[in-house]
């Protein structure tokens, strides 16, 4: 079966860094996708990834290792804003989103 | 860019009525468009997949009898959640996908919170 594995809660301080990891077993590939995820909001885009390596975009950072089947969001300088729930996505061979179940990250003062 | 606009953004209604929700790509053309259910505390759970001009496609165990949709234009895509149940009650979240690129993102209407009394 298809899978995306990633925490289900994680806890971390104004102004410090977080790393919030996912790992998939999909039956194919065709990118991953990062979404931030306020409560009672709607999902928002983040970040894509179909190639190894790390893409950056300001205080986010999402980094992919295909042959791991393992990718990770990094989150610098955290401010209150930040705290929400972080999906991770993975187009299959099929095209079709396979949904993690999300990581709820607080941010305390 | 790539805003998606979905209305109502909250309904409240008898057990027994029709609602109908729409999802309108604003400034792109969404060949396919999604629409997912999300329960508190949990993740989206796709609902149905459609495809301008055709016939929806819809996971297994959700009744297309139930939650019917309609995407009439590139840009317009529609539920509606028939004789709804207090057990409907949920986060409704359409999205949209521009052209058939796979790097394209979906981008996400706002949601309608639909609460069956």
Same mark, same amino acid.
């Not at chain 1, 929400?84 to 396979?98: E, F, K, M, P, W």
């Not at chain 2, 609602?19 to 505390?41: G, H, N």
């Not at chain 2, 009439?72 to 986060?91: C, G, I, K, R």
């Given at each position: 079966g298809q899978n995306i594995d990633q925490p289900t809660e994680m806890t971390a301080t104004e102004g410090a860094i977080v790393q919030i990891n996912c790992t998939y077993q999909t039956s194919g590939f065709n990118g991953l996708f990062w979404y931030q995820q306020h409560a009672g909001e709607a999902p928002t885009f983040l970040s894509y990834n179909v190639l190894d390596g790390l893409e950056e975009k300001g205080r986010f950072s999402s980094f992919l290792s295909r042959s791991k089947g393992y990718? +990770?969001? =990094?989150?610098?300088?955290?401010?209150? $804003?930040?705290?929400?729930?972080?999906?991770?996505?993975?187009?299959?061979?099929? +095209?079709? =989103?396979?949904?993690?179940?999300?990581? $709820?990250?607080?941010?305390?003062? | 860019g790539a805003v998606v606009s979905q209305h109502p953004s909250r309904v409240i209604c008898k057990s027994g009525t029709s609602?109908?929700?729409?999802?309108?790509?604003?400034?792109?053309?969404?060949?396919?468009?999604?629409?997912?259910?999300?329960?508190?505390?949990q993740s989206l759970m796709l609902m149905a997949t459609s495809n301008e001009g055709s016939k929806a496609t819809y996971e297994q165990g959700v009744e297309k009898d139930k939650f019917l949709?309609?995407?009439?234009?590139?840009?317009?895509?529609?539920?509606?959640?028939?004789?709804?149940?207090?057990?409907?009650?949920?986060?409704?979240?359409?999205?949209a996908q521009e052209g058939e690129d796979g790097n394209q993102p979906q981008h996400f209407g706002d949601g309608t919170r639909l609460s069956i009394l």
């Open positions: 990718s +990770y969001l =990094l989150l610098k300088e955290l401010q209150m $804003k930040d705290s929400a729930s972080y999906l991770c996505a993975v187009r299959d061979s099929n +095209y079709q =989103l396979i949904w993690g179940a999300g990581t $709820k990250l607080i941010i305390k003062p | 609602v109908k929700i729409e999802c309108r790509s604003l400034d792109f053309q969404a060949t396919t468009m999604f629409w997912y259910r999300q329960f508190p505390k949709i309609n995407h009439a234009s590139l840009t317009l895509s529609t539920l509606t959640v028939t004789s709804a149940h207090p057990e409907d009650s949920s986060f409704y979240i359409c999205s």
